[in-house]
């Protein structure tokens, strides 16, 4: 298992919300936009990273996002 990357473009974001359903840890913040337990906000950007077997949630979350806003990648060292 190694440690995995996931981020959203706040830009992109349009709060439609198919995220949720593909992973649990995404959720509706209070701006009407999603957030992510752990998560560092800003730059237009919101990041967080996990160890953990659900990277493949993450994945199908990216996949139905219909702006392709969220993104999932190895961790930087
Ligand atoms: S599916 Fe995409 S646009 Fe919709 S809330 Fe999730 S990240 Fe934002």
Do not use: H, N, W
């Amino acid at each position: 298992m190694s440690e995995y990357r996931v981020s959203v473009d706040l830009e992109a974001c349009d709060g439609i919300f198919a995220c949720l359903v593909r992973d649990g840890r995404f959720s509706e913040a209070e701006d009407g936009l999603v957030t992510l337990p752990d998560s560092d906000r800003g730059d237009g950007e919101l990041v967080a990273t996990f160890d953990d077997e659900k990277r493949a949630d993450a994945e199908q979350a990216a996949a139905a996002c219909p702006v392709d806003a969220i993104e999932v990648t190895e961790a930087e060292p």
